[in-house]
């Protein structure tokens, strides 16, 4: 058995791993997943085989008998993007398309690790709130893992193709009358009254799978971090999820440095954001968040004081971009580098443009930008944002003539 303990990072009390808790129940703070790393073989991570999340089961808190429910998640390229580089002004740009995940999200890494803990402590059921991809993740490892599963939408406000897929996999699907804040406030008291197990971010598993993004940047990049990691925050587990994996190998003393964690916001949706700017280590919850990035619309994000603690204590910024650069970055990483995303994840690229231009980054940082979504997820903000296919008659002349050469 890997020996762990579940920690409040507030408090430091500790619950057993039998215990179904979310977050202390003495304070109120998030727990952490906690590991004897002395007891860890550095060269067994180092040189672990196989591919994606379970590669590194030994930083995972789960026997090695265990049997995971997966549906081979991880594993995503890191693209080389010199195209972009050179156009946003900077040396060494990677992106890492998490969007190429089964279900189109990086949300599968922390629903592998978290389903499987579902599975190992026998719950009748799996729930979430989500902006979309979280439902979507869930729903397909549920159906994998044969347990029934409920989310929670908010009405109105979750991309097509995420719902699409909660639909197919076999969720029952609610779409609230609220914002996601609203629906995570419903499915927490839900899941405790109901004994259901709650799988969104607050939820420690869910980040103990999301780590191994730091863990796959750090492997191929030969164990040479990047200078800085540039990502969308939005209810803020992912960001504090690989500044714990770059941590871990550093504690392991696998890498030297851990990158500086950036975290980029909509304009309508920044309460970490502003928080990491007034040097305030509590959010000022949002009520009415706004962006066309809609896996990002959150206004109360429930990880923000690990995300705020991740983006100080590695020398990182947090920054809002506005919608119409959001846009505009989704194009360019659609039409120069071939990699195709959802609004949320063109944050991150809009995010680096800023900071560049603002010389809050220099010229010769190697920077790494987390794409968290495919681009298939929201195809409706295609349909608004692109040419709209022009319609011609059967006739080779009338198509010649319409070409743009
Ligand atoms: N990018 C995408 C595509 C997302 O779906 C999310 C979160 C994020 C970024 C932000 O990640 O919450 O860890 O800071 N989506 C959640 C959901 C909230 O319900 O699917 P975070």
Known sequence: ?????????????????????????????????????SEI??????KAKGEGVWKYRDLLPFAEETKPVTINEGNTPLYGCDRLAKTIGIDDLCVKHEGLNPSGSFKDRGMT???TKA???????????STGNTSASLAIFAAKAGVPCYVLLPKGKVALGKIAQAMMHGA???????NFDDALRVVRVLCEEEKLYLLNSVNPYRLEGQKTIAFEVAKKLDWEVPD????????????SAIFKGFLELKTLGV??????????????????????????????????????ASAIRIGNPVNAAKALHAIRDSGGVAESVTDDEITEAQLMLARMEGIGVEPASAASIAGLKKLV??????????????????LLKDPERVIKICEAPKEVDADVDVVRKMLKM
């Open 1 to 37: 058995m890997r020996d762990y303990e579940v920690e409040c990072i507030e408090c430091g009390a500790r619950f057993s791993r039998e215990d179904i808790v979310y977050t202390c129940r003495k304070c109120g703070g998030l727990l952490d997943i906690k590991y004897d790393y």
């Open 41 to 46: 073989d550095t060269e067994r991570v180092v």
């Open 113 to 115: 690790v978290g389903v």
């Open 119 to 129: 599975v190992e402590l026998g719950v009748k059921g799996v729930a979430c709130a």
């Open 172 to 178: 029952q699907v609610f779409s609230l009358k609220g």
């Open 228 to 239: 800085r990691v540039i990502l969308p925050v939005g209810n803020a587990g992912n960001i």
């Open 255 to 292: 890498i030297d440095s851990i990158p500086k964690m950036t975290g980029i916001q909509a304009e309508g949706a920044k309460p970490i954001v502003t928080a990491f700017k007034e040097g305030k280590a509590e959010i000022i919850p949002e009520d009415k968040p706004e962006t066309i």
């Open 357 to 374: 231009r603002m010389d809050e980054i220099e010229r010769d940082e190697r920077i790494v930008c987390i794409t968290t979504g495919h």
